[in-house]
């Protein structure tokens, strides 16, 4: 499930015996498909680290709530896991799980609709029976062959600092200064591994010329979006969204690449006690989707929303300028908003793509098409304020 507002058990077992998810009152809960077992999870485990271990305890750092329908285009989820040895060692890894298209019959973009997306996963998990393949992979080079893949380290376990007091409800610069400074941290971190995290991950940002071929692609079958209902004018709208795509400013591709949380939907969060300390967070910790810098800053401004736009424009400044101290990478504010922009509008027309393509793995829901008109109105909005030359 992805969010249970409600109360449940303090704790039970989710998908096997091998994976513990702790349930408690507004938290997020995820289904662990239940082939990730713990035989193979060792030898996985085993091969990786050059010796022989067995696994006393394994449990989710993170709960995944967006990326149950794909982590990039290869049908995949990631598990943020934490696991400890018999031997009393213990490791923080990132398993990504894919499986093969002729069984994936859910394969989203994550950006489709996490809540959605995670339910339809979980149950069409339970009725499937699929071979893993017991080894580990070091590169993308043969996706179609690989179903299950873990990653070194490479990302640190936080969670985005809730910018909104819990006293007063309101937003406060003190946050807002937090809230971008964990940003900077977490995006030098990355940045340090671009040329690494870029090997790994050669699909997860291909840029607006494939995007627009893919949105062409999705919008190409006229009877199908006419039974989604997709208007002459919505067709018109995307249309004139792929012209200017392609006709954008050759700075806009100039985009800075790190790596993301993917923390695209707003309600994506949870409460995290540490003794008798609550805090809001995000469920997307090391999920290790690349993306450009400017699209999580439009998601940061968005958790920004209630203060002023001077004030957040002086944070974007403060963000850059501790991102450059971090990385010694120096970026102009002007064309970094500009580029923010392009995101926005980059991030709207690719969810328009993600839901069409997933209407035809799951025609039977309605969510999805609704989805698209909002989208297209949008895109629609963002078409006149996309910054040109």
């Known amino acids: 499930m992805a969010a249970n507002k409600g109360r ?51 449990r989710t750092t ?41 069984v994936n019959l859910f394969k989203l973009d994550r950006r489709f609709s996490g809540r959605l997306a995670e339910v339809a996963w979980a149950e069409w998990w339970g009725r ?24 070194q380290e490479y990302f640190p376990q936080v969670g985005w600092p809730e910018t909104v007091s819990a006293d007063s409800k309101c937003f406060t610069r003190d946050r807002g ?14 940045r340090a591994r671009i040329g690494e995290l870029a090997a790994l991950f050669p699909d ?50 100039e985009w800075e690449l790190v790596c993301v949380t993917a923390d695209i ?20 910790w090391g999920t290790a989707s690349l993306a450009p810098m400017e699209a999580e800053i439009y998601v940061l401004l968005w958790r920004l929303k209630d203060g002023a736009e001077a004030e957040k424009a002086d944070l974007v400044r403060f963000y850059l ?25 980059v991030q709207h027309l690719g969810r328009i793509a993600g839901c069409v393509k997933g209407l035809r793995w799951v025609p039977g829901v309605t969510g999805p098409r609704d989805y698209i008109h909002v989208c297209v109105e949008l895109c629609e909005r963002l078409l006149p304020q996309l910054p040109g030359d």
């Open 321 to 345: 300028d501790e991102y450059a101290a971090r990385t010694g990478r120096t970026i102009a504010h002007d064309r970094f908003m500009a580029r923010v922009v392009w995101a926005q509008f």
């Open 62 to 102: 993170n709960l995944c709530a967006l990326v149950w329908g794909g982590v990039s285009h290869s049908g995949a989820t990631v598990l943020r896991l934490a696991v400890e040895f018999e031997d009393g060692d213990s490791l923080d890894v990132a398993a990504k799980i894919l499986c093969p298209d002729s």
């Open 8 to 58: 449940c058990e303090d704790s039970r077992v989710v998908g096997n015996d091998l994976i513990r998810v702790a349930c408690a009152e507004d938290q997020a809960f995820v289904y662990v498909p239940p082939r990730l077992d713990r035989p193979y999870l060792e030898d996985v485990l085993s091969a990786w680290l050059g010796r022989r271990v067995g696994i006393r305890r394994c």
């Open 204 to 253: 997860d940002w291909p840029g607006l010329t494939f995007l627009a071929a893919d949105v062409a692609e999705a919008m190409a079958d006229a009877s199908f979006l006419a039974g989604l209902g997709v208007s002459d004018h919505e067709r018109a709208v995307i249309d004139r969204c792929l012209q200017a795509v392609e006709r954008r400013p050759g700075w806009v591709d």
């Open 265 to 284: 939907a707003p309600d994506n969060v949870g409460v995290r006690r540490v003794g008798t300390v609550e805090e809001v967070v995000t469920f997307d």
């Open 177 to 190: 200064l937090s809230l971008m400074s964990h940003a900077a941290d977490v995006h030098a971190h990355s």
């Open 128 to 151: 499937q029976e699929v071979r893993w393949a017991p080894k580990v992979y070091a590169t993308r080079a043969d996706v179609a062959a690989r179903e299950f893949w873990i990653l």
